[in-house]
């Protein structure tokens, strides 16, 4: 166990950081102590990234997953030996879906619905991805506060909602709305690509890297120069998503020609 401190210590930044790690090797623990599923509450991408650098430490079977494919927020599970497959229905999936119906004519954004979950007192840790759709807006949530949301959850800023709950099976994730861009590049390190992709200057696209608001694929990358590939996924946190769809050949200057995609 002191050589799962000392990662901790590593890895985490502030108390809070550590107190979280430290209740995930608690969890990882109690899954190969005693032989049953635990799990954490909803990760952001940057404690997704911390548990998965403590993963390496603590071995066993776990797994990641928010509800979907590509989910942002996601629980980290510990499955005991036994079981084979994550359970995504049932008592023993931690997570359900909160369907928000606006009215018609209304126009509720995440923020709307963010601020207003807020708003009722809630912790963030206890909500997953806010999908916005037509019909209002599909949210998942830990079942503890499914009750509570179904009966106090009546209003989003200024406008009335009607809500329920539905399976995980029934989630409606829209579609990404893509825009296309087209740029030169003169590597294809992750610093120049972000620029590309976030409309930042090549200095400040490094800066947001090195402290930790760029991830690729998911996982958070320190690394400037790191070199990224077709179909990698690029996440600025606070700003958007990307792809690199495609390296398009070079410039009459030498330079890189990429196709990149911004989502949203």
Same mark, same amino acid.
């Given at each position: 166990?002191? %050589?799962?401190?000392?990662?901790?210590?590593?890895?985490?930044?502030?108390?809070?950081?550590?107190?979280?790690?430290?209740?995930?090797?608690? %969890?990882?623990?109690?899954?190969?102590?005693?032989?049953?599923?635990?799990?954490?509450?909803?990760?952001?991408?940057?404690?997704?990234?911390?548990?998965?650098?403590?993963?390496?430490?603590?071995?066993?079977?776990?797994?990641?997953?928010?509800?979907?494919?590509?989910?942002? =927020?996601?629980?980290?599970?510990?499955?005991?030996?036994?079981?084979? +497959?994550?359970?995504?229905?049932?008592?023993?999936?931690?997570?359900?879906?909160?369907?928000?119906?606006?009215?018609?004519?209304?126009?509720?954004?995440?923020?709307?619905?963010?601020?207003?979950?807020?708003?009722?007192?809630?912790?963030?840790?206890?909500?997953?991805?806010?999908?916005?759709?037509?019909?209002?807006?599909?949210?998942?949530?830990?079942?503890?506060?499914?009750?509570?949301?179904?009966?106090?959850?009546?209003?989003?800023? =200024?406008?009335?909602?009607? $809500?329920?709950?539905?399976?995980?099976?029934?989630?409606? $994730?829209?579609?990404?709305? $893509?825009?296309?861009? =087209?740029?030169?590049?003169?590597?294809?390190?992750?610093?120049?690509? +972000?620029?590309?992709?976030?409309?930042?200057?090549?200095?400040?696209?490094?800066?947001?890297?090195?402290?930790?608001?760029?991830?690729?694929?998911?996982?958070?990358?320190?690394?400037?120069?790191?070199?990224?590939?077709?179909?990698?996924?690029?996440?600025?946190?606070?700003?958007?998503?990307?792809?690199?769809?495609?390296?398009?050949?070079?410039?009459? %200057?030498?330079?890189? $020609?990429?196709?990149?995609?911004?989502?949203?």
């Amino acid at each position: 166990m002191a %050589k799962i401190s000392d990662s901790i210590h590593a890895i985490a930044q502030t108390q809070e950081e550590r107190i979280l790690l430290a209740q995930i090797a608690r %969890k990882a623990e109690t899954t190969a102590e005693k032989g049953y599923l635990t799990c954490t509450r909803f990760l952001d991408m940057h404690e997704h990234a911390m548990a998965a650098r403590l993963l390496r430490e603590l071995g066993g079977k776990a797994q990641f997953w928010g509800g979907y494919d590509h989910a942002e =927020r996601q629980i980290l599970f510990f499955l005991p030996d036994w079981m084979e +497959t994550l359970p995504q229905e049932g008592e023993d999936c931690p997570m359900t879906v909160i369907r928000c119906l606006q009215h018609k004519g209304d126009n509720l954004t995440h923020r709307d619905y963010l601020g207003s979950l807020m708003g009722l007192g809630l912790r963030r840790d206890g909500i997953g991805d806010i999908l916005v759709g037509d019909h209002g807006a599909d949210i998942l949530v830990l079942k503890e506060i499914a009750p509570y949301l179904l009966t106090q959850y009546t209003k989003a800023g =200024r406008k009335s909602l009607q $809500v329920e709950e539905i399976s995980l099976d029934q989630l409606m $994730v829209p579609e990404e709305k $893509v825009r296309m861009l =087209r740029d030169t590049v003169a590597s294809m390190r992750l610093d120049a690509i +972000t620029a590309s992709l976030f409309r930042l200057s090549r200095a400040k696209a490094a800066d947001a890297i090195r402290s930790g608001k760029v991830f690729v694929n998911q996982q958070e990358c320190l690394r400037p120069d790191k070199e990224v590939q077709e179909k990698d996924r690029i996440t600025l946190r606070g700003t958007g998503r990307g792809e690199v769809d495609e390296m398009l050949g070079e410039s009459k %200057k030498g330079r890189i $020609v990429v196709s990149l995609k911004r989502f949203g």
